[in-house]
């Protein structure tokens, strides 16, 4: 048998898509689909959005890309925008290429300001695949093959408040799914949040949310940092930042700022323009046609609609919904693929994950609910 001249990733979907447009996306055999997993929760806005198509067309026609060796208007306002679309205190920005490369930057951060070389995640954490965020991933099939090139990571229990104790002078930083989303939706507590931000205050460590699936009015809140008057020292951002077009940052306090030096950070590529104006258009768009508030509102109808058939309970908030359904979540979304709905699986074989794009209509939930049912 030869080989695919593609590197196999992940499992596929039986099906090549061609097009799109908004929640829908239509295969080769010209059969449209309902997109509940949004390709890992990066279309944020769908597919073919007009006023990003626009923007990222005429930045492309004018400069497609110079790196930051020199200064570019369109980086320096997705900076200013995106800091805006922040919580207060959260003011300064570095544009990378995807997650894993912001958390990496992070922790790196992490480490060099506070010269310790531990760091602390959480059980069923997911952070990417670079060395510092694999680190703090809690997978034993990405660690086995890297043993004895990972940071040492202190592991705690979601929302076991005891387990804040394990962070003490050696931890550099904790890193935090607000929502654990591969992790099969596990959402982490108030009291346990203040606790990690008490502790690290107490110990010295900075507290890092990644919020590459949580962010950017997801969870029908601009982002989970802020909630319930938690601010973490950076957040993590990627995924639907640029609704598709490659772009990750981190975004950072006065603190972490201040001592970065040139040359403690770089990427080539990391906010390019086009990227940048992708960035720009996202946010005006979420605030323009309050995106925020749908996804809102999208997360109650699931809630109110989709306990029905196979669903047993539904866990998560906004457009980051799990499923957790009677049987194999994978033969539950084998069943909706036949009828017309693309959804995630996750680590928890019973949960069925919903990323949908945050301006789907709420009749796209109704039309889940049916297949659901049937």
């Known amino acids: 048998m030869s080989a695919s001249t593609l590197v196999d990733t992940y499992a596929q979907f039986p099906i090549e898509l061609v097009e799109g447009y908004g929640s829908r996306v239509r295969d080769a055999n010209g059969r449209d689909y309902w997109d509940f997993y949004g390709g890992h929760a990066v279309a944020l806005l769908g597919q073919a959005h007009p006023a990003v198509t626009q923007a990222i067309g005429e930045q492309a026609a004018r400069l497609t890309f110079y790196s930051n060796v020199v200064p570019l208007d369109v980086r320096t306002r997705a900076a200013q925008r995106l800091c805006r679309f922040t919580p207060a205190g959260l003011d300064h920005v570095f544009f990378c290429n995807s997650g894993t490369e912001a958390n990496e930057a992070a922790l790196k951060l992490a480490i060099q300001q506070t010269g310790r070389k531990r760091i602390a995640a959480l059980k069923g954490a997911f952070h990417g695949r670079t060395l510092l965020s694999v680190a703090a991933t809690d997978s034993a099939k990405l660690h086995a093959s890297l043993e004895g090139l990972l940071v040492d990571t202190a592991r705690l229990r979601p929302n076991a408040i005891d387990d804040v104790e394990l962070i003490n002078q050696a931890v550099a930083a904790v890193i935090v799914e607000p929502i654990q989303s591969i992790a099969g939706i596990v959402e982490l507590e108030e009291s346990f949040l203040a606790a990690l931000r008490r502790r690290c205050d107490q ?109 047993r309970q539904i866990l998560g908030r906004g457009c980051l919904i799990g499923l957790v359904v009677e049987g194999a979540a994978k033969d539950v979304q084998k069943h909706l693929l036949e009828r017309g709905f693309i959804t995630g699986t996750s680590d928890n074989p019973q949960l069925l994950r919903l990323m949908p794009p945050i301006n789907t209509p709420l009749e796209a939930v109704d039309e889940l609910g049916r297949a659901l049912k049937a």
């Open 203 to 311: 110990m010295g460590a900075l507290l890092i949310y990644d919020e590459i699936q949580t962010g950017m009015g997801r969870l029908g809140r601009p982002f989970a940092a802020g909630a319930y008057g938690v601010l973490p020292d950076m957040i993590t951002l990627a995924k639907g930042i640029a609704n598709g077009i490659p772009m990750g940052a981190v975004v950072m306090n006065d603190r972490v700022a201040a001592p970065i030096k040139i040359g403690d950070l770089g990427s080539t590529f990391g906010g390019g323009p086009v990227a940048c104006a992708g960035l720009l258009a996202v946010i005006e768009t979420i605030e323009a046609e309050r995106l925020v508030e749908h996804a809102a509102h999208l997360g109650e109808r699931m809630r109110d609609t989709l306990k029905i058939g196979p669903v």
